[in-house]
């Protein structure tokens, strides 16, 4: 009855033609309801006097942090003054707005209101805006992760910056990424000159453990050590089938000459790694009880193997591009300390994220930043704290000319006598706003992965009964792509438009990403109760598995389950308890009632026969019988170990384990196509020159992931271009 009524409140919402003219009266009381929201119930506690809303309070709410709760704090005040519900949506928050407006509608119904459909429609007075027009250094347009490291290094230079961000609060897709970034960390891994060092100095000058190597990782080395220098042999695939993902398979036949010397420089470092490993691996010591081998080379190696794709009609390959990977992997090295500068804190592990292919992830904490002056820092949380709130608290302290205009769209690049130089913008309550640039504009608007009409026009990957208007994305609805055309209409070139990438760990419902390890979860076919494909892969290659062995659930196709145990190798993961809709915490013994109340009609008994065989295998150090993983780092099932790390098999149980089941299918996740720029981060025209003025960093630029972006390379590329954006223009300006 709930979404019934939802649907008729939501439906009115959209109706026109207020009758603001008749006083609404309500049956004077308090009255609490309940909608579902974006992440959960949204409980209210709503006052009516006889002819007004006296007061509406929050009793319970799950919305996401500084994307959907920030509409409580600016709407409630909002729908109070007006009488009604028919103020502005936020934009950035469409779901978590759309669920107050309903509970509120729903709660005006309950008191009697006297005319739904004014209710619903009455809103504020529109005021007459002064327009706003100003001159600064640097104008940015999106303040997510890219747009805040620039706008922090902009500031640092000594620049005014003004920050133009179209969601009603600053830090973009960066809000619900995972907040791991790839980069190797050499103090906290094998060191040729110390091999049997179990302790490096960090950055920070503090001693810290090395960290293990994870169960598959020498296999894969041994496979590198053996790849064929010939040149890449696409010839080979026009007869062949490519198995992306298949190292085993790509091997064999060649790299792209571009890549050639990173290999064989990587060859020499796994040479001289197994020299030392291997004869301790026959004297009987685990793998994982080794120090992890890691290096720049193997992270710009595995970027080229894991973007090398080709697309759906076979025509087309595309790959990364050397100089980028290379200078993103080199700068990568400089964002812990940058980062820890301003106050951001590491968890100083190299863990592994599903589709990284290797344990170089990088895992903050948050921050702790002395805001508001007082000379005591205070705690932010999360991907706000350390890529929002650390280089706002820079850029905001270091001018105060520097700002930030949030609600408000950029809507064209200001050109001059064939230079870019500034940025025309319009406020959400309509005041125009014209942002001069004395030295240059950067766009880092992020990609275009929520809007789904271009993902399907554009794209050249998937399979094209995969991709439909039904799909949803782990991006914000504010990620349409609109930085692309404005740039387009200075000359901008594009590349890489046909090339997203889909995200496997996805909830049902909106798409949101559902964060997790993969190392020591399964997936598990709803047609089968099976296990489908090895984990550890790609994303593209796990979608695309999920696509051909899952169902079709809620109109949502490729539905599969996740499964995993309490405990996990990835810190801070919720596991264990229910998340409505979205996690389910059941003992075996409840899988088959749980089966059933998602109507999936698969086997439990097959499930949980799976996750036997599967936990055997890894307890025993040998590959699953059904389909193989290459880094299993835990068991689903309760199971003690010894202290030296290997497992009690007489002490193991399913039977008393819980179970975490999330229900997953792949959504829209990163768009590899964008802007062409150079190393220096200026946008190209069509014939390879900068236009004199414009810069681009993050998602918003191509060509960079090639056709497959590794999990947390996204975060490293978006703060590294960042960087290099702003001391571009700094050092443009010089010129």
Known sequence: MKKIFSMLVLAALLLCGCKQDVPLTFQAGTYE????????????????????????????????????????????????????????????????????????????????????????????????????????????????????????????????????????????????????????????????????????????????????????????????????????????????????????????????????????????????????????????????????????????????????????????????????????????????????????????????????????????????????????????????????????????????????????????????????????????????????????????????????????????????????????STNRSSLQGEGLDMAEKVGASLTGMGWTQLMPLSYIDYGNLAFGSVSDAVFISAKTGKRFVDESLERDVLSAKAFENGINLYGKQGAYLYIGGEETTEPNEKRGVDVPGKQYARTPAQLPELLKTLKINVSADAILETIRDYDMAVMDGQQPADVSKRYATNTIGRVERRPDGTYDKSTYSLDSAMLTIRPLAPATHHTMGGLVVDEKRHVLDASGKPIPGLYAAGEVTGGIHGGNRLGGNALTEILVSGRIAASSITEDAKK
């Open 33 to 472: 309801v309940t909608t579902q929201g974006h992440n959960g119930d949204i409980r209210l506690s709503m006052t009516f006097s006889d002819s007004t809303i006296l007061d509406i309070q929050v009793l319970e709410q799950h919305e996401t942090p500084h994307i959907g709760d920030i509409v409580f704090d600016q709407m409630i005040p909002q729908i109070i003054k007006a009488n009604g519900v028919g103020v502005d949506a936020m934009t950035g928050a469409t779901i978590s707005c759309n669920a107050l407006k309903t509970a509120v509608v729903e709660a005006a119904s309950m008191a009697n209101v006297s005319d739904v459909e004014q209710f619903s429609t009455t809103g504020l007075p529109k005021e007459e805006k002064q327009p706003v027009e100003g001159t600064w250094d640097v104008v940015i347009v999106g303040a997510g992760g890219a747009g805040m490291a620039a706008a922090a290094e902009a500031a640092q230079q000594g620049n005014t910056v003004l920050v133009i961000e179209k969601n009603a609060e600053i830090g973009g897709n960066t809000l619900v990424s995972g907040g791991i970034f790839q980069s190797v960390m050499p103090y906290l891994v094998w060191d040729p000159a110390h091999p049997d060092a179990k302790t490096g100095v960090g950055y920070d000058g503090q001693t810290y453990d090395k960290a293990k190597s994870g169960p598959g990782c020498i296999k894969d080395l041994e496979t590198i050590l053996g790849w064929d220098e010939k040149a890449f042999d696409a010839a080979y695939y026009k007869t062949h089938a490519f198995e992306p993902g298949n190292i085993v398979e790509l091997a064999p036949h060649g790299v792209h000459s571009e890549y050639l010397p990173v290999l064989q420089e990587l060859k020499k470092e796994i040479a001289a790694y197994l020299a030392w490993a291997q004869p301790k691996l026959a004297s009987g010591v685990p793998e994982t009880d080794l120090t992890l081998f890691s290096t720049k080379n193997l992270h710009i190696f595995q970027t080229y193997y894991g973007g090398l794709r080709q697309s759906d009609d076979k025509q087309e390959w595309v790959y990364s591009d050397v100089r980028m990977v290379s200078q993103m992997v080199e700068q990568g090295q400089d964002l812990k300390p940058w980062l820890a500068n301003m106050g951001v804190t590491f968890l100083e592990r190299q863990i592994i994220i599903v589709g990284a292919l290797w344990f170089r992830g990088n895992k903050m904490l948050g921050a702790d930043i002395d805001t508001d002056g007082d000379g005591t820092a205070e705690h932010y949380d999360g991907n706000w704290g350390a890529y929002i709130m650390a280089p706002y608290n820079i850029f905001a302290k270091a001018n105060k000319e520097n700002r930030i205009l949030k609600s408000t769209t950029a809507r064209e690049l200001i050109e001059e006598g064939g230079r870019v130089k500034g940025v025309k913008a319009v406020m959400d309550d309509g005041t125009p706003v014209t942002a001069h640039a004395r030295k240059g504009v950067i766009v880092a608007t992020g990609g275009y992965a929520a809007n789904i009409r271009k993902v399907i026009d554009s794209n050249r990957y998937w399979n094209k009964k995969y991709l439909t208007t039904h799909m949803a």
